[in-house]
């Protein structure tokens, strides 16, 4: 079957699904058989996808596609499951709104940290192989890096490698396109949008977090998403105009990322000195950054941050992050300094909000709280 008439057979079957409206057929040249409206028709495209694929074995539709995560205590960092190549082989990959590129040992890689990981037999040339990347059932071509070198302290770390969903303009590589890029070009997703909902160990038990692409769960949130508009293309760049404890501004303001690579929120360090200076006890520890009482754990206040005229909170018992393991009762602050002029609102932050990265026209981050 020639391509064209497939494509015009799925336009037609969709067209069949979609529309249940009355149809006027012209008797001239048979007989007309009359349609009628289904009082009780719902739209539901997934059930149309689902029919598509089974009459049309041979095309891939795809409305959305879902990767659970694996939250690795205590909230440090979340991974996937990603498959590469046919045959398919699994890899563990970090989602990272903050990279572009997708990374993972090559086979040719005999360190000893690459010899802990899956490695990949990807067609390569120099640093970069090609093959199909399926994630959550999307599978385009993708271009991959291939490390031939890891250093030892990614050894220790779970997961295989890094998968980017920055903006094509930070990839390593000049003119190599991002996953997303190649699924929204392809018409692989309903939506151009990655939903992200990370879990939270204090929250709902650090379980059941997922990267939606394609789609956007609501039961994960609360009230209706603010779409934030990115300033800058590269990372997820938006503009963060204010700072507050407890709904009392602190005055102040910064652009700033949403970054999924990033475990904690780092702001600038008068936005830090701010912040902590309003809860007893912190104190900011020239060896271990700021630092603040284990027992705000148990307190029902929250830092918040204004995005597109809202304000979104980070409780503050998410600032209670890690004991120092010291006996001081004191622990590392989910809040740090050092990064004046352009924040970075990490996991602490998307835990207790969740976040839709549109990649249209013009890209926008969507945020809501978390409904648990």
Same mark, same amino acid.
């Given at each position: 079957?020639?391509?064209?008439?497939? $494509?015009?057979?799925?336009?037609?079957?969709? =067209? #069949?699904?979609?529309?249940? *409206?009355?149809?006027?057929? &012209? +008797?001239?040249? !048979?007989?007309?058989?009359?349609?009628?409206?289904?009082?009780?028709?719902?739209?539901?495209?997934?059930?149309?996808?689902?029919?598509?694929?089974?009459?049309?074995?041979?095309?891939?539709?795809?409305?959305?596609?879902?990767?659970?995560?694996?939250?690795?205590?205590?909230?440090?960092?979340?991974?996937?499951?990603?498959?590469?190549?046919?045959?398919?082989?699994?890899?563990?990959?970090?989602?990272?709104?903050?990279?572009?590129?997708?990374?993972?040992?090559?086979?040719?890689?005999?360190?000893?940290?690459?010899?802990?990981?899956?490695?990949d037999g990807s067609t390569a040339s120099g640093i970069l192989g090609?093959?199909?990347?399926?994630?959550?059932? $999307?599978?385009?071509?993708?271009?991959?890096? =291939? #490390?031939?070198?890891?250093? *030892?302290?990614?050894?220790? &770390? +779970?997961?295989? !490698?890094?998968?980017?969903?920055?903006?094509?303009?930070?990839?390593?590589?000049?003119?190599?396109?991002?996953?997303?890029?190649?699924?929204?070009?392809?018409?692989?997703?309903?939506?151009?949008?990655?939903?992200?909902?990370?879990?939270?160990?204090?929250?709902?038990?650090?379980?059941?977090?997922?990267?939606?692409?394609?789609?956007?769960?609501?039961?994960?949130?609360?009230?209706?998403?603010?779409?934030?508009?990115?300033?800058?293309?590269?990372?997820?760049?938006?503009?963060?105009?204010?700072?507050?404890?407890?709904?009392?501004?602190?005055?102040?303001?910064?652009?700033?990322?949403?970054?999924?690579?990033?475990?904690?929120?780092?702001?600038?360090?008068?936005?830090?000195?701010?912040?902590?200076?309003?809860?007893?006890?912190?104190?900011?520890?020239?060896?271990?950054?700021?630092?603040?009482?284990?027992?705000?754990?148990?307190?029902?206040?929250?830092?918040?941050?204004?995005?597109?005229?809202?304000?979104?909170?980070?409780p503050l018992a998410d600032l209670a992050y890690e004991d120092l393991?010291?006996?001081?009762?004191?622990?590392?602050?989910?809040?740090?300094?050092?990064?004046?002029?352009?924040?970075?609102?990490?996991?602490?932050?998307?835990?207790?909000?969740?976040?839709?990265?549109?990649?249209?026209?013009?890209?926008?981050?969507?945020?809501?709280?978390?409904?648990?």
């Amino acid at each position: 079957m020639k391509v064209t008439a497939l $494509v015009v057979s799925l336009a037609v079957a969709v =067209l #069949a699904v979609v529309d249940a *409206s009355p149809l006027k057929i &012209s +008797p001239k040249h !048979g007989h007309a058989v009359p349609l009628t409206r289904n009082p009780n028709y719902k739209h539901n495209t997934h059930a149309q996808i689902a029919k598509l694929n089974k009459r049309y074995p041979g095309v891939n539709i795809l409305a959305t596609g879902s990767v659970p995560l694996v939250n690795v205590h205590p909230d440090l960092e979340y991974y996937g499951t990603v498959s590469v190549g046919t045959p398919a082989q699994n890899v563990k990959l970090d989602f990272d709104t903050g990279s572009s590129d997708i990374w993972f040992p090559s086979s040719t890689c005999t360190t000893a940290a690459c010899k802990k990981h899956v490695r990949d037999g990807s067609t390569a040339s120099g640093i970069l192989g090609s093959d199909i990347v399926s994630v959550g059932g $999307v599978k385009v071509r993708q271009t991959i890096g =291939l #490390a031939t070198a890891e250093s *030892s302290q990614f050894g220790s &770390s +779970p997961e295989d !490698g890094l998968f980017g969903l920055g903006f094509n303009t930070i990839e390593s590589v000049s003119g190599v396109k991002t996953f997303l890029d190649n699924a929204i070009a392809a018409g692989a997703l309903t939506s151009p949008v990655v939903s992200v909902f990370l879990p939270s160990v204090r929250r709902n038990g650090g379980v059941g977090g997922e990267y939606l692409f394609g789609g956007i769960d609501s039961t994960k949130y609360t009230g209706s998403l603010t779409y934030v508009p990115v300033t800058k293309k590269g990372y997820w760049q938006v503009h963060i105009s204010d700072a507050s404890i407890n709904g009392v501004s602190l005055g102040q303001a910064s652009e700033g990322i949403i970054d999924t690579g990033t475990t904690l929120v780092i702001v600038g360090d008068a936005a830090a000195a701010a912040i902590h200076k309003k809860i007893s006890g912190a104190k900011n520890d020239p060896n271990n950054g700021w630092l603040v009482p284990c027992s705000l754990k148990s307190n029902t206040g929250n830092v918040g941050f204004q995005l597109g005229g809202k304000t979104f909170n980070v409780p503050l018992a998410d600032l209670a992050y890690e004991d120092l393991g010291d006996g001081s009762g004191n622990c590392f602050s989910g809040i740090q300094g050092g990064q004046d002029g352009l924040w970075i609102l990490g996991d602490v932050f998307i835990k207790n909000n969740y976040c839709v990265f549109s990649q249209t026209s013009s890209p926008s981050i969507g945020i809501a709280p978390l409904a648990y």
